[in-house]
């Protein structure tokens, strides 16, 4: 069983920060990209951030400046710093990670259960 559980989420202010956390647990062997999503009601789910394993980054255009994706490989933990937050970085933010359990299965992405931020005044 492998969870993944995001935490950090919340309503701020226009031009405020805020930091998410998303924890892997269970049963792993070795975890390979990592990155968080986002969705708004009616809109697809999209790509935010994503790091690798060996740290290279990646971001959507409309946060590249204002957001930082970083892992700690040894707690299976990623973060998103979210600076200069604007009204259109309300959503839901998904987790997710692609993940191996044990080194005889292949890879295998997981998602997180989101947590909202509003962004608000």
């Known amino acids: 069983q492998v969870q993944l559980v995001e935490s950090g989420g919340g309503l701020v202010q226009p031009g405020g920060p805020l930091r998410l956390s998303c924890a892997a647990s269970g049963s792993i062997f070795k975890i390979y990209a990592m990155g968080w999503y986002r969705q708004v009601p009616g809109k697809q789910r999209e790509l935010v951030a994503s790091i690798a394993s060996n740290s290279n980054t990646n971001y959507a255009t409309s946060v590249k400046g204002r957001f930082t994706i970083s892992r700690d490989n040894a707690k299976n933990t990623v973060y998103l710093q979210m600076n200069s937050l604007k009204s259109e970085d309300t959503a839901v933010y998904y987790c997710?990670?692609?993940?191996?359990?044990?080194?005889?299965?292949?890879?295998?992405?997981?998602w997180g259960q989101g947590t909202q931020v509003t962004v608000s005044s």
């Open positions: 997710n990670a692609d993940l191996q359990k044990a080194a005889i299965f292949g890879v295998t992405g997981y």
